[in-house]
């Protein structure tokens, strides 16, 4: 265990589902970032939530719609997604933006 | 845009020291150096960042050219477990914004 943890570790919904994942971290960090990585692709960013407001959205289309209720805990909530949106999403967490990001071991997400 | 350059991938013997270069030409002034590395089915884990001068820790060192346009990852003793992808990436205050990566083959 990193200090974040991430569920559901895998996740296959259809594309008119809704689900959501979630993140939480027990390190006293103040930053939680959400990232993609699609298959043979980098890490995409996609959310910056500093001290629990969202500093940052990379483009990312509004059937992705992030939650952050306290420094501890982020969500990521999924509708209406496209088979292109397989893929593993990981949770980070930092103090003030800085070295020493921690990940979770992410979510294995499948649109079918 | 990753602002770094690595090879796409490189092959180690076990217990042999590993050296994983890192180009930033680009690089500012206040940026930190950053290594990153992600084993399979994990999400990527920290290694080390510096500045200006070497670092050293229990799991690399990192040698940063004099001008930093270029640095070094040092892997002392390759293990199996150190296959992995290891990412370059230097950042100021903005969030870390990953590339490609050196995939690190270890072979026994």
């Known amino acids: 265990e990193t200090g974040v943890t991430q569920t559901p570790r895998h996740l296959v919904m259809g594309m008119t589902n809704k689900k959501s994942l979630k993140c939480e971290q027990h390190?006293?960090?103040?930053?939680m970032y959400w990232y993609k990585q699609s298959a043979k692709k980098p890490l995409e960013l996609m959310f910056v939530y500093n001290f629990k407001e969202q500093t940052e959205n990379n483009s990312v289309p509004s059937r992705f719609s992030p939650e952050c209720p306290n420094s501890s805990h982020l969500f990521l909530h999924l509708h209406t997604l496209q088979p292109e949106d397989s893929a593993l999403y990981l949770c980070?967490?930092?103090?003030?933006?800085?070295?020493?990001?921690?990940f979770g071991s992410g979510t294995r997400l499948t649109v079918v | 845009d990753a602002k770094t350059t690595q090879p796409n991938s490189m092959e180690s013997n076990e217990e042999e020291p590993v050296h994983l270069p890192c180009n930033h030409s680009?690089?500012?002034?206040?940026?930190?150096i950053h290594w990153y590395r992600q084993l399979p089915s994990q999400g990527p884990e920290y290694v080390i960042h510096g500045l200006t001068s070497n670092v050293n820790n229990r799991m690399a060192s990192l040698a940063i050219a004099e001008d930093r346009k270029s640095s070094t990852l040092i892997l002392h003793r390759a293990t199996l477990r150190d296959a992995a992808v290891y990412y370059c990436i230097n950042s100021g205050n903005t969030p870390l914004v990953f590339g490609k990566g050196t995939r690190l083959s270890v072979i026994a």
């Open positions: 980070a967490s930092s103090q003030d933006g800085h070295y020493g990001y921690t």
């Open positions: 390190l006293g960090h103040n930053a």
């Open positions: 680009t690089i500012s002034g206040t940026d930190y």
